[in-house]
Nanobody, 114 residues
């Protein structure tokens, strides 16, 4: 079983650059492909970015060129560097697996507003 604790969100001005962190428990974290997801009010949860166990990355079109996903398997950590934030990026951000999912954490709220 893997559990997640997301952090790093908050109120951010448009154009801001916060970095989200995901702390994962469990000794098998490094072998799984992982992803960052987000859920905006009234919308379904959607994939933002993914990273394989080997470090290959992919991004949703709406964040491509603005967000960067990374991971540190030695620390069981995953990150999402967010740049050039827009109001439409406002959402609760979560981390979880890709092909395999575990219970969702509480997420971290990112609110983009001036």
């Amino acid at each position: 079983q893997v559990q997640f604790v997301e952090s790093g969100g908050g109120l951010v001005q448009p154009g801001g650059s916060p970095r989200l962190s995901c702390a994962a428990s469990g000794s098998m974290f490094s072998i799984y492909d992982m992803g960052w997801y987000r859920q905006a009010p009234g919308k379904q949860r959607e994939l933002v970015a993914g990273i394989t166990s080997g470090g290959s990355t992919n991004y949703a079109d709406f964040v491509k060129g603005r967000f960067t996903i990374s991971r540190d398997n030695r620390k069981n950590m995953m990150y999402l560097q967010m740049n050039s934030l827009k109001p439409e990026d406002t959402a609760v951000y979560y981390c979880n697996g890709r092909a395999r999912f575990w219970n969702w954490g509480q997420g971290t709220q990112v609110t983009v507003s001036s």
